[in-house]
């Protein structure tokens, strides 16, 4: 049992240059999210799918798409990389069944823009 | 729109001794949680506060929920240098599937 997976775990890109973080989960979770974290700044939440086939725009949504491809999977992209997206990534997906909510995290991607 | 307040950002402080990290939540929230963070590591569970007085406790970490006062803490106790981290409390409102954090503290515990 895996749990959150994520790849790549580091990435450099150009400005402009566009890429897709992938993200799966093996815990038949069914809601999923990612989140950027940024110094003092906490974790924001970029998009979350509560399940297979449903997307919503979180707190910072502007310049990433994703794409919830089956329940086990959500990946989050970016179309014209900027600077301002250096950041750390982070998926996480909840458990549905006990009413307690909680979410676990992948193990995150640093992405640095040039 | 509910925002979640930590205080303090930075806390440093000598092994052995006492401290509590607060957390503020501006509107009613029906869960509020405790993650830990190693440097360049993921964020890891420590507590899950379901409800008015709830209390955990984890070693030298014990957290508790007043939601009137809209309030939790994380109270360390005779601390170690193993629990240096940045520590997060999230909130989340009405059933809501997002989670709000806060800033995070992050505790250096010095020998």
């Known amino acids: 049992n895996a749990g959150v997976t994520q790849t790549p775990k580091f990435q450099v890109l150009k400005t402009g240059q566009s890429m897709t973080l992938q993200c799966a989960q093996d815990?038949?979770?069914?809601?999923m999210y990612w989140y950027r974290q940024d110094p003092g700044m906490g974790l924001r939440l970029i998009y979350y799918?509560?399940?297979?086939?449903?997307?919503d725009k979180g707190e910072v949504p502007n310049g990433y798409n994703v794409s919830r491809l089956n329940k086990r999977e959500f990946s989050l992209r970016l179309e014209s990389a900027a600077p301002s997206q250096t950041s750390v990534y982070f998926c996480?997906?909840?458990?549905?069944?006990?009413?307690?909510?909680?979410?676990?995290f992948g193990p995150g991607t640093r992405l640095t823009v040039l | 729109e509910l925002k979640v307040e930590q205080n303090p950002l930075f806390l440093s402080m000598q092994e052995g001794k006492n401290y509590t990290i607060y957390c503020n939540y501006s509107?009613?929230?029906?869960?509020l949680y405790w993650y830990r963070q190693d440097p360049g590591k993921s964020l890891e569970s420590l507590f899950v506060?379901?409800?008015?007085?709830a209390v955990k406790q984890e070693g030298r970490l014990m957290a508790s929920l007043d939601t009137k006062a809209r309030l939790s803490t994380l109270h360390i106790t005779a601390a170690v240098h193993d629990l240096s981290a940045t520590y997060f409390c999230?909130?989340?409102?009405?059933?809501?599937?997002?989670?709000?954090f806060g800033k995070g503290t992050k505790l250096t515990v010095n020998p």
């Open positions: 996480a997906s909840r458990d549905p069944g006990t009413g307690v909510n909680e979410q676990f």
């Open positions: 815990m038949n979770h069914n809601s």
């Open positions: 799918s509560a399940s297979e086939g449903t997307t």
């Open positions: 509107t009613t929230s029906d869960r």
């Open positions: 506060l379901l409800s008015n007085g």
């Open positions: 999230a909130a989340s409102q009405g059933g809501s599937e997002k989670l709000v």
